[in-house]
Every structure is written in C-alpha cells, then in structure tokens.
C-alpha cells in the first residue's frame, strides 16, 4: 500500500 | 541492522513519565520507530542509555518490525502503563 500520509507523526510519552 | 550495533537497555519505571517520543513505523519513510526527543526527568533519561538516533526494535521481546506507528506507540504505552513489571526492556539499534 502507498505509505500513508503519517509520514511525520511523533507520539510523546 | 546488524547484531553487532544493537543494545538491550533496561529502563526502571523511576518516574511517571518515559520521557521519549517516537517516529516512523510500517509505511513510513522511517519503518522502525526512531527515538527523536528525550525528555528530563523522565525514566529513559535517568536511565542514561537511550540515545536521540536510535532505533527501537523490540520492546520486552515485542518486535516494533512491521508494525505501524499507532500500534508501535500501543505497545510501548502499555509496556510502561503495566504494573507487571517496574521496567521495560528496549532492543535498540545505533544507525552508522
């Protein structure tokens, strides 16, 4: 599949 | 990834933060979730041995590879949410 357009997501924790 | 560059670093859950955050999984230009930021105070800068660069290949024997950002992220979350255990043990890999 296309990669999707989360490209730059970050997730702090 | 070799063998040769990767790192089993234990992280003791000594605050009530880990203190990292994470980019990249499955379909994304960055596959393997990729530490970007460390934050003070948190468990993983106490823990000194997690680095900004590094990437995360497993997480208490959890393999990162494959999975996409939402479900990387899950896992990491839970491993640190768990009263199971009082740390989480990260597989890292240094990028030459």
Same mark, same amino acid.
């Not at chain 2, 979730?33 to 468990?43: A, C, D, H, L, M």
């Given at each position: 599949?296309?990669?999707?357009?989360?490209?730059?997501?970050?997730?702090?924790? | 990834?070799?063998?040769?560059?990767?790192?089993? +670093?234990?992280?003791?859950?000594?605050?009530?933060?880990?203190?990292?955050?994470?980019?990249?999984?499955?379909?994304?230009?960055?596959?393997?979730?990729?530490? +970007?930021?460390?934050?003070?105070?948190?468990?993983?800068?106490?823990?000194?041995?997690?680095?900004?660069?590094? +990437?995360?290949?497993?997480?208490?024997?959890?393999?990162?590879?494959?999975?996409?950002?939402?479900?990387?992220?899950?896992?990491?979350?839970?491993?640190?949410?768990?009263?199971?255990?009082?740390?989480?043990?990260?597989? +890292?890999?240094?990028?030459?």
């Amino acid at each position: 599949s296309p990669p999707k357009d989360y490209e730059d997501e970050v997730t702090f924790f | 990834i070799s063998a040769l560059n990767t790192a089993l +670093v234990r992280v003791v859950k000594n605050s009530n933060t880990l203190g990292i955050a994470i980019e990249g999984g499955a379909n994304t230009r960055q596959p393997l979730p990729r530490i +970007v930021t460390i934050q003070k105070g948190g468990s993983a800068h106490n823990c000194g041995q997690l680095k900004v660069g590094q +990437v995360i290949l497993e997480v208490n024997g959890i393999s990162l590879r494959g999975q996409e950002h939402e479900e990387a992220a899950r896992i990491i979350a839970e491993a640190f949410k768990t009263k199971e255990k009082d740390h989480i043990d990260f597989l +890292v890999a240094e990028l030459g």
